[in-house]
């Protein structure tokens, strides 16, 4: 043999060695991928990268504190290398076996990155902050959510981030929970719609959805330690329906378990919540993640099937290692564990070597937010007041008119591209706004915040309500053609709302802007708009009636401003309908009495309200409501007619009607079909939504069949008799309507 034949065939075998040696992660090798990787190596991977004990003063597990991790170091508590900075985590890389690490980062209303980089300061890494989960809910239009999803996850994508942290889907049982903003529903099914569309648009970007929290994450007060004590029915028809609905719909390529117990049992450490339910029955096939720091027994976590630990701590490697190490962890669960996360990392932007430019289109997505915020407010009430012409002179009174909340603090929190607050898209729109009245809120605020930390994830500075006198007011009566006074409230992650006044309820101070604002121009034959700038309900009780007009804007995301100036001109139709039900009290909510105990107490909150959660239970008590759920006004009205059900050649239940504008306006209606199951085997609410279509914009007079078809799947129940779910064949009722109130028709199969 010459000697270059000799030296190409030991270079050929020594690579044949070498490939065969070290296979390269693909979807074909993952198992030999795994076999060939020490037992050091697969904790890594199966534990977050945050794990250098300098770093971050995390509380340490098993102190089930409610503290919450970011009272550490502030800002920077979990940064440790990551690769794209302010992300919320990332994953240990294997650079010998082809597996890269992926970068993890929130949230439900927009990507959260830093906005800034010292190593980078070309560059703007400012995101959209998107209207939050409450008001794109209020779309009641999955195209719409859909959209939504896209853009953010475009952003994800371009800005090098893998898995965005979200969307949120955890049911609204109360309206105090402090990060109501970051989910949808009180309703399993639109909750669970909601957030498939949502995780279908950010996953067509090729990047991860992770629907969290799963499961029972119902509030924030003691979340680390909390213990929901909740029914197999209740647990299976409506906490973890919704969730149910979009891992089947949607595939998201992550589950994030919650901090709380279900049941006695972190949902972290449960196999019957993330293996038995989750992986047999649903048929889920991603991986789950902790929440941060999320419970205390890595080794319970990995026996459960909850794959990844996040952000990682050493001391859950250590104890993993050392649990196989003496045979109580058998590594077998980590080479399963391990598997379901490499199945999705061969997916990831990551492993493709995606080229990210960070450079999204940021000025279509404004325009997405726009469309989305003006599609999701609500119009609670409308007495001849709106739409208005942008001719009209405006007295813009309250805070919020001027510092509009954009979203929610926490995780959820973006660091935005900027801000449109109400008065910068009314004067956008070409009102003319009281030149006196905006310089003293303007100065009024600037004032104050100049007293408060700045802005940033965790805190978002508020100022105090500028006091008025009502020789103010009556120069604004008659100065200006209609009022606007917009009122807020703040929420977060980390803390409940309370009942009291200043948050639920408005403080006397609210009462009287109100009142004296109303008075005054009602006293001149003028009109008054309030407009609700807030993540969830807060009480009508006393003032409802005073104001001419009251929309709903939610956190309406970084475009809210303008979208609510687009809904009061009438550039759009109003077409929000609430998600949930606005109490005439709080006291009379089911889950009042059992809500938010601190710890110390029993730490456990008992779910005695079972099935009867938001409208559930409002409709089957005949008890009043402020506004019920599904609730909303257009500038138009409509008319349904000619319900049939029937059951067709497949087995599935077809229900359609007419719904006809019959108004002078142009709208779009929220068309809601609602289900009366069989009782079988207990008391049932009398109204459970089981479809909803929203029309497509309709013309006076013009006419839209609504058609909704339904499996025996969609209107199971759960057998509490034999712990297993059953599909009875008749005796339901379907009620169609605008609201759970307001049913328009119905008919029986
Ligand atoms: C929140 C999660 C979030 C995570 C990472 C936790 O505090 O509960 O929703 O995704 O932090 O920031």
């Not at 992300?87 to 650079?95: D, R, T, Y």
């Not at 069949?705 to 599909?727: F, H, M, P």
Request: charged share 25%.
């Amino acid at each position: 043999m010459k000697p270059l034949h000799i030296i190409s065939a030991l270079t050929a075998a020594a690579l044949s060695i070498y490939s065969c040696g070290e296979p390269q992660l693909d979807e074909k090798n993952i198992d030999r991928v795994i076999g060939r990787l020490t037992l050091e190596e697969k904790v890594r991977l199966l534990v977050g990268t945050c794990t250098d004990p300098a770093n971050p003063p995390y509380p340490a597990p098993g102190t089930m504190t409610d503290r919450p991790y970011w009272q550490g170091n502030g800002e920077n508590t979990y940064r440790a290398a990551n690769r794209v900075q302010g992300s919320a985590g990332e994953s240990f890389s294997i650079k010998r076996a082809g597996i890269p690490s992926l970068v993890y980062a929130d949230g439900p209303a927009g990507l959260r990155i830093d906005p800034v980089r010292e190593s980078c300061p070309e560059t703007d890494f400012r995101c959209t902050a998107f209207p939050s989960a409450s008001l794109l809910a209020s779309t009641w239009n999955t195209e719409t959510v859909h959209e939504v999803g896209e853009a953010i996850g475009n952003e994800v994508r371009e800005f090098g981030v893998d898995i965005l942290l979200a969307p949120g889907m955890n049911i609204k049982r109360n309206p105090l929970t402090g990060r109501n903003f970051e989910y949808y529903s009180e309703d399993p099914l639109l909750s669970g719609e909601m957030a498939a569309a949502v995780v279908d648009g950010i996953q067509s970007q090729g990047v991860g959805a992770c629907i969290k929290h799963y499961a029972v994450n119902n509030q924030e007060t003691y979340r680390n330690g909390i213990d929901a004590v909740v029914s197999e029915e209740a647990l299976r028809e409506i906490y973890l329906r919704g969730f149910e609905i979009a891992i089947r719909k949607s595939s998201p390529w992550t589950v994030m378990s919650s901090y709380n117990k279900v049941n006695g049992e972190y949902a972290s450490e449960s196999s019957r919540l993330l293996r038995d339910i989750l992986r047999d029955e649903w048929g889920y096939k991603g991986f789950v993640m902790t929440d941060w720091w999320g419970a205390d027994d890595p080794v319970a976590q990995m026996k459960a099937g909850n794959n990844l630990l996040m952000p990682g701590t050493p001391q859950q490697i250590e104890e993993i290692i050392a649990a196989v190490r003496n045979g109580e962890l058998d590594e077998e669960v980590l080479d399963r564990n391990l598997k379901d996360i490499l199945e999705v990392v061969i997916k990831s932007p990551s492993y493709r070597k995606y080229a990210y430019s960070n450079a999204p289109d940021k000025e279509k997505h404004r325009e997405t937010a726009r469309k989305a915020a003006a599609e999701g407010m609500v119009l609670l009430e409308n007495r001849d007041m709106l739409p208005m012409s942008n001719t009209a002179r405006i007295a813009l009174f309250g805070n919020y008119s001027y510092d509009t909340q954009v979203g929610g603090s926490g995780s959820g929190y973006v660091h935005r591209t900027g801000k449109s607050n109400i008065y910068d898209g009314l004067e956008n729109a070409g009102f003319i706004l009281d030149s006196g009245l905006k310089n003293k809120y303007l100065s009024h605020i600037e004032k104050e915040k100049s007293l408060m930390p700045a802005e940033n994830f965790w805190t978002i500075p508020i100022a105090q309500e500028m006091k008025l006198d009502r020789a103010a007011i009556e120069k604004a009566a008659r100065e200006n053609d209609a009022a606007i006074l917009t009122l807020g409230r703040m929420s977060g992650e980390g803390a409940d709302r309370h009942p009291g006044k200043g948050d639920y309820m408005l403080t006397d101070q609210e009462t009287e802007m109100v009142r004296s604002i109303c008075s005054a121009f009602s006293a001149k034959g003028k009109k008054t708009l309030v407009i609700l700038n807030m993540g969830d309900a807060i009480d009508f009780g006393g003032w409802k009636e005073m104001p001419d007009a009251i929309l709903m804007a939610w956190l309406p995301g970084q475009e809210g401003g303008n979208a609510a100036a687009d809904i009061i001109t009438g550039r759009k139709a109003p077409s929000g309908r609430l998600p949930m039900t606005m109490a005439a009290s709080y006291a009379d909510i089911p889950s009042s009495s059992d809500f938010g105990i601190s710890p110390g107490e029993t730490n456990r909150v008992l779910y005695k309200e079972n099935l009867m959660v938001g409208y559930r239970y409002f409709t089957t008590s005949g008890k009043e409501t402020a506004y019920p759920f599904g609730y909303g006004l257009s500038y138009t009205s409509f008319k349904y007619s000619d319900m049939i059900c029937s059951k067709d050649d497949n087995g599935r239940i077809s229900i359609s009607f007419d719904v006809t504008n019959t108004g002078s306006a142009a709208g779009r209606e929220t068309a809601q079909v609602y289900v009366r199951k069989p009782e079988i085997y207990g008391a049932r609410p009398v109204r459970e939504l089981c479809g909803f279509r929203k029309t497509s914009e309709l013309a006076p007079g013009e006419t839209e069949t609504v058609r909704i078809s339904l499996s025996y799947e969609d209107l199971k129940q759960w057998n509490t008799d034999d712990g297993c779910w059953a599909y009875p064949e008749q005796g339901y009722e379907f009620h169609a309507g605008a609201s759970a109130e307001d049913i328009r028709l119905s008919c029986s199969l």
